[in-house]
């Protein structure tokens, strides 16, 4: 009779008609061991068990955030947030693309959906500017604040810039000094002779169109007058100040390449040829009248090659 000894993962030696498994299956090849069943390569054996060849792999449960698309999952980007493209539940949102593995996602982005994405610094469901979000969806305008997509923006008290629905904003929110806690016009007495708007108390109302305070209402170039109206500024029609030409808001439309009129900056406009170099203008040289073809500068304000 010939004996079999079979040499298992913990050193134990079976020896005879029957089997001894310790750890994870037994033997490859070594086929109908004693009383039992068959292991497989790589499957456990035990008495009266069958394991298939390598047995099952078991992965755990898809967690949205972890960064594995699983069936329930059409992205996962390794996060929870919105507005990157993948959502919190790990679909893929509005607007959005994500890779063939589902795992980095980009938007477009829509203005005026109230849906923020990344290409976007606020949505409050509209293209209007003026009420705290622009009209690209491209900035949160100075003096507000957008809490949420989808929701109005809302005006920062005490920031002393006076938006929405503020009547006042003199830079606090203290109640008591003309101005209350919550950016409106206090009426009647209170504890401050502030308390009366006017002019000259640094608060702009309705009928006024600045108020810089007693000391600034000086009627300098750029500021208010003592009346609390604009003083001199680039716009209104009159060249003054630094200005060089002022032909109105409406009309100081010229740009480069014009030779008349004047831009919004109350300057002439330059041109090829104005004898001044503008490199932003792609200009190389400019010679004014001297510029020719048989010039250094050629009447494109290009160097002459020669």
């Known amino acids: 009779m010939r004996l079999v000894c079979i040499v298992v993962s913990v050193s134990v030696l079976a020896c005879s008609g029957k089997s001894s498994s310790y750890g994870s299956g037994a033997a490859a090849g070594a086929a109908a061991a004693g009383i039992g069943g068959t292991s497989g390569t790589g499957g456990t054996a035990g008495i009266g068990d069958t394991s298939g060849s390598g047995g099952s792999r078991v992965y755990p449960p898809a967690v949205c955030g972890d960064g594995r698309v699983a069936s329930s999952e059409q992205c996962d980007d390794d996060n929870l947030n919105s507005g990157d493209g993948c959502s919190p539940t790990c679909q893929i949102e509005a607007d959005c693309t994500c890779n063939t593995g589902g795992t980095s996602c980009s938007c477009q982005g829509v203005c005026g959906n109230g849906v923020l994405t990344s290409a976007e610094a606020c949505d409050d469901g509209n293209i209007v500017g003026g009420d705290g ?30 938006v929405g629905g503020e009547t006042c904003d ?17 009426p009647g007495p209170c504890m401050s002779p502030a308390c009366v708007p006017q002019c000259g108390d640094s608060i702009v109302t309705a009928d006024e169109a600045c108020d810089d305070g007693v000391a600034n209402n000086d009627g300098a170039y750029g500021g208010c007058q003592a009346n609390c109206e604009f003083g001199p500024f680039c716009g209104d029609g009159v ?68």
């Open 239 to 306: 060249s003054n100040g630094p200005e060089e030409c002022d032909d109105g808001l409406l009309q100081n439309t010229a740009i480069y390449g014009q030779m008349s009129g004047c831009t919004a900056g109350c300057r002439h406009p330059h041109y090829c040829g104005d004898g001044i170099v503008d490199t932003a203008f792609g200009e190389q040289c400019d010679l004014g009248a001297g510029n020719s073809d048989s010039s250094a500068c050629l009447p494109t304000c290009m160097v002459a090659l020669r």
């Open 170 to 186: 003199d830079g606090n929110t203290q109640s008591g000094d003309g101005c209350s806690s919550t950016c409106q016009i206090e």
């Open 133 to 162: 979000c622009s009209d690209d969806c491209g900035s949160v305008e100075p003096g507000w604040y957008c809490p949420a997509p989808d929701k109005p923006c809302r005006p920062i008290c005490g920031d002393s810039l006076r």
